[in-house]
């Protein structure tokens, strides 16, 4: 790792600070992006621990961020999928599922990027997501009211500890209706942070989320409306941008996807009937 440990997410380095034209010693803090092996494994199987995939991540809640990617890939829908989940290692963490989870091993040899230029598979991915989830949200509720949501930037901002050292990470905040912030999970990844979220809820019986607010930090491309759609969300908003697939998911699953909230306006892109 590049540089001191200034805690589990933060590296402290060298660096030149310059100034017009000169330049002087300083430290600065940056987020720390290391890779995590997530392994899965069947309760009685005679198949050993197997990787399902490597995201490159901030350490801290890696048994979350397993926990909610097995939730957001639609491995499992509840805790009583598993087993155990835990960290088997400084980068790695295995879950053992419960016999009874339909678990194909071709997981193990799929390809996972898609790529953002990919135009003819949307339909695909869209209608994959409709039939692989298993938690819909019930449309025009929860009722939203746009006060609130001008509120959440803020709210989230203030409680970004990471992102306050180093200006550098992303956020997932879920809040109730009435704009209090329940839980926040920070990652150099947006869709990691995403996975903490939704691992931290599945643990504490919180999934599905049908009386809750998603707020995230930057843009939202289609793989956060997935997780946000796999995990039972009703309304997700965003500080940046959606892409045009995420307007597409969020349409077919009745989820509420607001962006540009901040100065206090935002668009709303696709509505179940929930503002108001």
Known sequence: MTGACAGAGVARVPIARVAGARATAAQDELSVEAPLDIRVAVHGGDAAPRSLAVTMRTPGDDVELATGFLVSE??????????????????????????????????????????????????????????????????????????????????????????????????????????????????????????KLIGAELRAGGIPARDRLLLVSGRVGFELVQKAA?????????????????????RAADITLLGFLRDGRFNVYTDAGRLG
């Open 74 to 195: 639609g491995v499992i829908a509840a805790a009583g999928d598993l087993v155990a989940v835990a960290q088997v290692g400084a980068n790695a963490v295995q879950a053992v599922l419960h016999p009874g989870v339909r678990f194909d091993p071709g997981w193990f040899d799929r390809h996972s990027f898609v790529s953002s230029a990919c135009g003819a598979c949307g339909k695909r991915l869209i209608e994959a997501v409709r039939v692989n989830g298993v938690h819909r949200v019930a449309a025009g509720t929860p009722r939203i009211d746009p006060d609130v949501v001008h509120a959440l930037p803020a709210r989230l901002r203030a409680a970004q500890s990471a992102f306050l050292r180093t200006g550098g990470i992303h956020a997932s905040g879920l809040f109730d209706v009435s704009g209090r912030l329940l839980l926040l999970r920070e990652d150099v990844g947006r869709h990691n942070a995403l996975d």
């Open 230 to 250: 796999m995990a039972g969300i009703p309304a997700l908003a965003a500080v940046g941008a959606p892409s045009s697939m995420a307007v597409d998911l969020a």
